[in-house]
């Protein structure tokens, strides 16, 4: 097969803990290296000459699409692939790289998306489809000064391919966010950005996002509320279902329960195969204490094993909502009610997956 040549573009700053692993795991899959230092002080720029790629350096001025755009403009093979330092290429293949840009060179507007994994903070891993392999061809820009969006010729990406890449994304643990102050420089770029941007539902759902993570709940559930409304009424983009299913668990972190029941039916209406929303609605049953939705959680928690694992192309979504983490529920709730026989049974297929706490349940059971 003849390789299509592919530049992999990144902007860095003090990224000496993940940088060389980033950069050997993708090495296999491009032909050219580009990196723009934005002003490290640590050896990062060292460790990346050191790997064979190009170095480029330029200022910081809290602008993630003008670096972005530079990285592209110096790249000099046909397509791009984008990732960040905190990234590692976890799978792949060649030969599906491959065939993925033919197709993106016969749609015009298309791009080829990496599912990232990550490690939230309550340990769970969240699993999305970003856009990150496109042309390399000036059609192709990134816009926003955060939380950037890939653009042709101005227009959303509308035609979507699945690489079948995915990445371990090590930036957002707790660890690397208090030592690099990420909520707080976020969030000042994102009000800046709110008074700037023609997107402003889109800004106002990463406000939610990030006060959310800041445990700003009163704050998050404002701006989702923002979002919520202007998307309602006009473009329902696909950014939409996470706010619900973040607002979802705003009402829960808010005790918000009477407000719950209906707002996760209107959620699952417009998002009927979204398992995330059914799981989240299970977790406000719980949480809420209440005698009488008590009967209600084991259906909640058998929708969400009947529909399995969320589409990760089409959503974001928490590794296990659709399989060993509903088990795992349904198999506290039956062993809570004395049903001890069905709660082995759940506590086994959720331990098949490999839930440590569902085996040490079990463990204890038995």
Known sequence: MDITGTSLCMIVKDESEFIEKAIVAAKPFVQEIVVVDTGSMDETPVLVENLGAKLFRKKWNDDFSEMRNFSIQMATQPYILVMDADEIMIEGSIDTLQ??????????????????LSETMTGDISTTALVRIFPNDGHYCYKGKIHEQLTYNGESIRYKVDSQMKVNHLGYTQSQISKKNKYERNLDLLMNELTESSDISYIQFQIGRTYYVMKNYVQA???????IEFELENSKRNFLSLALLTQGYCY?????????????????????????????????????????A?????????????LGEASRIKYETVEGVGSFKAHYNLALFYELTGQLEVAVYHYKLSSRD?????KERLHRLL
């Open 221 to 227: 559930e404002h701006f989702f509320n923002k979002c």
């Open 354 to 358: 490999g839930y440590i706490q569902a």
């Open 99 to 116: 065939i993925l840009l033919k197709k993106i060179s016969e749609n015009p507007g298309s791009a080829g998306t990496i599912t990232i």
């Open 252 to 292: 829960i972190h808010l005790r918000k329960f009477d407000v719950l029941l209906d707002y996760y039916q209107f959620a699952i209406d417009l998002f009927p195969d979204y398992t995330d929303l059914y799981f989240m609605y299970g977790v406000g049953l719980i949480e809420s204490r209440n005698i009488q």
């Open 294 to 306: 008590f009967k209600e959680i084991p259906n909640v928690f058998k929708k969400c094993v009947e």
